[in-house]
């Protein structure tokens, strides 16, 4: 094989970052790119999370849509390295879309925030890792505050996330008494200046603990370090590049982004240690980033809320081979070949008039509607990408149309935006209603939008009485006949037909569950 491939390929780092609002999601990936060199996304991260802030109107925040489509992927080389990392939205715009980010990433990283340990929204976004067990490294952020003692965070990690913790590094102190981290991974000291940047002469290398110098550094506060040390040494768990490469161990840093303290030495572990571009499912067969012929899918779909341009771009992860503009490639779904010339290569800041993507890499491509989630491109042999779900709603509404006579218009505009993967559909299996179901509530803003813009219907939302929704299989017709009958309120199809329950809580949800064993009910559900 091509040895300029291999080594694209070992040198990328494509990942995701998991979090809950408010831990330091921002301000960490501004600190990333600055490091990249990527001054000006640097800014662009921060203005957009400004306009998230400022309003939740979808419209008035896709206006920025510059802003928006750039920051979806933000690319920048660091050392030999060359990284995508993949937004994942986590405000207002917390959507299915940000599941979806997590099936294209090779690893995460997970912020958390000293004073809050583990929250839901990182719980949620976990769960989706579990599932492909992406390779998870964690910052514990805003270490220069009164937080939760380190130990007592770690346990939380382990506890409520079910991943053990290898700490890298260990704090010295927090809020007014934080001094800096002793790094295991570098043995070096790291001394902090509060509100200062971290400066070269900041870092101390050593080799012993016992070193005087820590005594000079850090007073009465070394003392307290070679206790923490030897205790470490003892109760935590030693790195290992293995199992943190299986999902089941999670090196974890602390810092404190804001003042960019702690954010180099992970992102030095991160590079060396995270995975290259790792082996991707389809439904025959498993494909290396190392083969030479391409292939990829698509992971998220972004509109346009322009009327006037009804173009859509679609992200699309490469897999294997090299993407070059204006390729041929096959849409398998359709059966066509398309010619992909019109594609936004997303590009590190150093580089100009980029041809090429490697796997790991994202590309844009636009269309009109004719991507859909999951579609796979390949350049020969055909294949379907597996792994890029529908997961379940947790938020419900029905649709009332305002005027009945547009209700084709309702249908047809309901069934794309479904299976472009904006929303989902349900139909009930005892009255006609048109439910639609999202795992984040600005997806209803943007599907009533769009209802206006693209298709001339409006409509209105009625409350429902649903929480939460599982896809249902069973291979005994018999049992799945007797399932139906006992439990018509609650069943629905899907826009691709496909049977679901959906609950009014997760009580009712287990409680079905229990009572029907022989029923499987899916989280998640693959595109057809
Ligand atoms: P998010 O993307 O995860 O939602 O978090 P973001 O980076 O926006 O950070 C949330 C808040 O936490 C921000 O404050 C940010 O400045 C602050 N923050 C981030 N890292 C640190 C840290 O290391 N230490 C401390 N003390 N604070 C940190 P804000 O007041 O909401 O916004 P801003 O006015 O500072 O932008």
């Given at each position: 094989m091509n040895r300029n491939h291999r080594k694209e390929v070992d040198r990328r780092r494509t990942f995701g970052i998991i979090s809950h609002p408010d831990a330091g999601k921002t301000t960490l990936t501004e600190k990333l790119l600055l490091f990249g060199g990527a001054?000006?996304?640097?800014?662009?991260?921060?203005?957009?999370?400004?306009?998230?802030?400022?309003?939740?109107?979808?419209?008035?925040?896709?206006?920025?849509?510059?802003?928006?489509?750039?920051?979806?992927?933000?690319?920048?080389?660091?050392?030999?390295?060359?990284?995508?990392?993949?937004?994942?939205?986590g405000h207002q715009d917390f959507s299915e879309d940000t599941y979806r980010v997590l099936t294209?990433?090779?690893?995460?990283?997970?912020?958390?925030?000293?004073?809050?340990?583990?929250?839901?929204?990182?719980?949620?976004?976990?769960?989706?890792c579990r599932m492909r067990n992406t390779p998870i490294m964690t910052f514990i952020n805003k270490l220069d505050r009164e937080g939760r003692e380190p130990l007592d965070l770690l346990a939380d990690i382990e506890e409520t996330l079910q991943v053990e913790c290898a700490p890298l590094s260990w704090p010295i102190g927090m809020g007014k008494r934080f001094r800096g981290t002793y790094n295991l991974y570098r043995?070096?000291?790291?001394?902090?200046?509060?509100?200062?940047?971290?400066?070269?002469?900041?870092?101390?290398?050593?080799?012993?603990?016992?070193?005087?110098?820590?005594?000079e550094l850090l007073g009465s506060q070394g003392d307290q370090l070679r206790e923490d040390i030897a205790l470490l040494e003892g109760a935590a768990n030693p790195f290992e590049p293995a199992?943190?490469?299986?999902?089941?161990?999670?090196?974890?840093?602390?810092?404190?982004?804001?003042?960019?303290?702690?954010?180099q030495e992970m992102l030095d572990a991160f590079v060396e240690q995270a995975p290259p571009p790792r082996?991707?499912?389809?439904?025959?067969?498993?494909?290396?980033?190392?083969?030479?012929?391409?292939?990829?899918?698509?992971?998220?779909?972004?509109?346009?809320?322009?009327?006037?341009?009804?173009?859509?771009?679609?992200?699309?992860?490469?897999?294997?081979?090299?993407?070059?503009?204006?390729?041929?490639?096959?849409?398998?779904?359709?059966?066509?070949?398309?010619?992909?010339?019109?594609?936004?290569?997303?590009?590190?800041?150093?580089?100009?008039?980029v041809e090429e993507a490697y796997p790991g890499d994202i590309i844009?491509?636009?269309?009109?509607?004719?991507?859909?989630?999951?579609?796979?491109?390949?350049?020969?042999?055909?294949?379907?990408?597996?792994?890029?779900?529908?997961?379940?709603?947790?938020?419900?509404?029905?649709?009332?149309?305002?005027?009945?006579?547009?209700?084709?218009?309702?249908?047809?505009?309901?069934?794309q935006l479904a299976e472009e993967g904006a929303v989902q559909l349900f139909r009930p299996l005892f009255n006609t209603d048109y439910i639609l179901g999202a795992v984040g509530v600005l997806q209803f803003d943007v599907i009533m939008a769009r209802l206006k813009t693209e298709y001339g219907v409006d409509a209105i939302y009625e409350g429902v009485e649903y929480a939460t929704a599982r896809w249902v299989e069973c291979d005994d017709r018999k049992l799945l006949d007797d399932f139906e009958k006992k439990n018509q309120v609650n069943l629905a199809r899907d826009a691709e037909g496909k049977l679901a329950y959906l609950a009014s809580s997760e009580w009712r949800l287990g409680h079905t569950m229990e009572q029907w064993p022989g029923i499987v009910f899916h989280k998640t559900r693959e595109h057809n």
């Open positions: 001054i000006q996304m640097a800014g662009a991260v921060k203005a957009r999370k400004a306009a998230r802030h400022a309003t939740s109107d979808w419209m008035a925040m896709e206006q920025e849509r510059g802003i928006s489509v750039t920051s979806s992927v933000m690319k920048f080389n660091y050392r030999d390295y060359e990284i995508n990392l993949l937004d994942t939205p294209a990433v090779d690893s995460a990283l997970m912020v958390i925030d000293s004073a809050k340990g583990v929250e839901t929204q990182t719980q949620k976004l976990m769960e989706v043995k070096q000291l790291c001394l902090f200046t509060a509100g200062q940047e971290t400066r070269p002469q900041d870092l101390v290398v050593i080799e012993d603990l016992d070193d005087p110098r820590v005594d199992e943190y490469l299986k999902g089941n161990q999670t090196p974890v840093f602390f810092g404190s982004a804001i003042n960019n303290f702690g954010v082996p991707a499912a389809t439904t025959t067969r498993e494909v290396s980033p190392y083969e030479e012929d391409f292939s990829g899918f698509v992971f998220k779909i972004q509109a346009n809320m322009d009327p006037a341009h009804r173009d859509r771009i679609a992200f699309f992860r490469v897999c294997s081979g090299t993407f070059h503009r204006g390729m041929k490639v096959r849409h398998h779904r359709i059966g066509k070949d398309v010619n992909i010339a019109n594609a936004t290569i997303f590009m590190a800041q150093d580089r100009t008039n844009g491509i636009h269309n009109h509607g004719t991507i859909k989630i999951g579609d796979t491109f390949t350049d020969k042999e055909p294949l379907k990408f597996t792994g890029i779900p529908n997961f379940a709603p947790e938020h419900f509404r029905r649709v009332r149309l305002k005027n009945p006579l547009k209700s084709k218009q309702l249908e047809k505009g309901l069934l």
